[in-house]
């Protein structure tokens, strides 16, 4: 019988056709799945127990779960924290159960796992504890703070991590050359447009793969050849003129930018640049990174909360992402950009650097050793050590730089913000050095 339109099957994503089967298909996480690590070996010896996979989208925390099961000939069911309540979980833990006494294993995954209530993880919990089911858990969110903790508890928690822009490109060319994904067709697209496509996905591999499904199909044929061009790359995603190679020169052009639109105050100007990065794609870790950088660097302790800020501001990064995170990003470059300006710890550190890299050889002196053996305080280590605590003012004149250095100033506050009231405290530590000095 001929079959109809309707039974014809849909054909599948990009990214479904090419989800690995093994582990030697499958991209990044090296520190876990790398020879002789530790999730690796517990997958092939077939030891694997109940878990939690943590990171991003589209970093493998599902295919990873359908490898396992694969390997372990267990049967696998797939929960959504979505759609499925305690009535189905208690129905497939009774399954489960079954299979057990049958000598079957059952691996239960439960994508988004963040998103199941106290009772539906608390409906999992005795069938873990009697080893009726292996449950792979996967969620984008910090499971210290979204999983029960007598669960957590039970299961060995993975930290996947957003895969590399060569590990992407790596990926995208496996996809044009396997036969489940363009292998069979001819397909003419540069190394820098997939490297584009790569540094666009942000470690996301089936974004890469989306994306890359999504420039093909609309790539120029001619002669049975389907050529991808920049300008169909920008179409497709909708980023022209944004789209900037992050090893390049644009990419330390925009980031010089914001830097110095921070330490200039200009807090329009560093929002500006801070979108530019953004929307092109740019790992906000790494612009996250930067801010703590500056924080110090122009911040300093005209501000000390500064760092606080930028801090907090990388940890909101890493816990939601983007595109959530950049309003965290915006409030930590408004912030840094009208703060008070002081370079002084920058300056003390690099002045502190280049004597301490051309006088190598100055001694601790004896005062501020350590004494550990008989020896060292026969050799008068620690002789003369003034302990600052048992002082009324909590100072001592107790010489602390090498001879050759005495006297030597690093950290010169500025009178900006706050540092203004620490250059004070400073004159007066030295005051009272100098009048007490023995």
């Not at 053996?373 to 026969?378: A, H, I, P, R, V």
């Not at 050799?379 to 005495?406: F, I, N, R, V």
Request: charged share 25%; net charge negative; hydrophobic share 40%.
């Amino acid at each position: 019988m001929q079959s109809t339109f309707f039974e014809q099957a849909v054909p599948q994503p990009l990214a479904a056709r090419l989800r690995p089967r093994d582990l030697d298909e499958f991209a990044g996480q090296k520190h876990l799945l790398g020879p002789g690590k530790v999730l690796r070996r517990l997958i092939e010896n077939d030891s694997v127990s109940s878990m939690i996979f943590w990171g991003p989208p589209g970093v493998g925390k599902t295919t990873l779960a359908y490898i396992i099961a694969r390997r372990t000939q267990a049967e696998f069911v797939d929960f959504s924290a979505v759609t499925s309540g305690i009535k189905e979980i208690r129905t497939v833990m009774q399954q489960a159960e079954d299979n057990r006494r049958f000598g079957k294993k059952t691996i239960v995954f439960v994508d988004e796992i963040h998103r199941f209530n106290k009772a539906q993880q608390d409906a999992f919990l005795p069938f873990v504890e009697r080893g009726s089911i292996i449950l792979i858990g996967a969620t984008t969110e910090n499971p210290s703070f979204e999983v029960n903790g007598a669960l957590l508890s039970r299961c060995k928690v993975f930290v996947l991590q957003a895969l590399k822009t060569e590990e992407l490109v790596s990926l995208l060319r496996r996809a044009l050359d396997d036969p489940r994904g363009f292998g069979e067709e001819k397909v003419n697209i540069s190394p820098d447009l997939l490297e584009m496509i790569a540094n666009f996905a942000n470690g996301d591999a089936r974004s890469a793969l989306s994306t890359l499904e999504m420039v093909v199909l609309n790539g120029d044929v001619e002669d049975g050849v389907t050529t991808v061009t920049q300008e169909t790359l920008e179409q497709c995603i909708s980023k022209k003129s944004l789209l900037y190679d992050k090893k390049g020169e644009e990419h330390y052009n925009l980031i010089s930018a914001l830097h110095k639109s921070m330490r200039n105050s200009d807090p329009d100007a560093a929002v500006y640049w801070l979108a530019r990065m953004l929307e092109a794609g740019e790992d906000p870790l790494y612009v996250a990174r930067r801010v703590i950088r500056f924080a110090s660097e122009d911040v300093g302790m005209a501000d000390s909360k500064a760092l606080e800020v930028a801090v907090a501001a990388y940890q909101a990064c890493h816990f939601i992402g983007m595109p959530e995170c950049s309003v965290h990003l915006t409030h930590a470059v408004v912030y840094m950009s009208l703060a008070p300006k002081s370079n002084a710890l920058y300056m003390a550190y690099e002045h502190a650097k280049k004597d301490a890299v051309t006088m190598l050889a100055e001694p601790v002196p004896l005062v501020i050793r350590n004494a550990p053996t008989k020896l060292m305080e026969e050799l008068e280590y620690g002789k003369g050590y003034q302990y600052a605590h048992d002082t009324q003012e909590k100072l001592t004149s107790m010489q602390c730089l090498p001879d050759s250095l005495l006297g030597r100033e690093y950290y010169l506050p500025t009178d900006q913000g706050l540092e203004a009231r620490y250059a004070e405290r400073l004159k007066e530590i030295k005051q009272w050095k100098e009048t007490h000095k023995k």
